[in-house]
């Protein structure tokens, strides 16, 4: 499957709707895409993406019904390793550093609580080993 990071804008919005509804037919896309582009181009990117491997269909009734090819979750953590490689020589803490570091990132207080608990866990998990 090609990685999830080179998609387009649209591919990409596409996928965030399917993987949001769980299923979702062209029509069901278009009704939720912004900028809404014409139900050819929808259908064109619907058959890309099943080409590349991300969707799959069946049909109900006169429509196809696409879903993903694999769950979120999994195409996240591939995608986020991505990043971690590309743009952080692979390093957690140099991501998590420029994250901490950016007056936008919006983090609450009990954000960084949860954050600090699971560093907490992790190093608890480390020292079992």
Do not use: C, W
């Not at 399917?18 to 062209?26: D, E, K, L, Q």
């Not at 991300?54 to 993903?68: A, D, M, T």
């Amino acid at each position: 499957m090609k990685d999830p990071i080179q998609l387009s804008r649209r591919e990409r919005e596409i996928m965030d709707i399917v993987y949001s509804r769980g299923t979702a037919t062209a029509t069901e896309v278009l009704e939720q895409m912004p900028d809404e582009p014409n139900r050819a181009t929808v259908r064109t990117l619907l058959r890309i993406l099943e080409e590349k491997g991300h969707l799959s269909h069946s049909k109900k009734g006169r429509e196809f019904v696409y879903v993903p090819s694999r769950p979120r979750e999994r195409v996240g953590q591939s995608a986020f390793q991505r990043v971690l490689r590309t743009f952080f020589d692979g390093s957690l803490e140099k991501a998590v550093a420029a994250h901490l570091a950016d007056p936008g990132s919006g983090l609450s207080t009990s954000d960084l609580e949860r954050l600090s608990a699971m560093i907490n866990a992790a190093k608890r998990k480390g020292k079992q080993k």
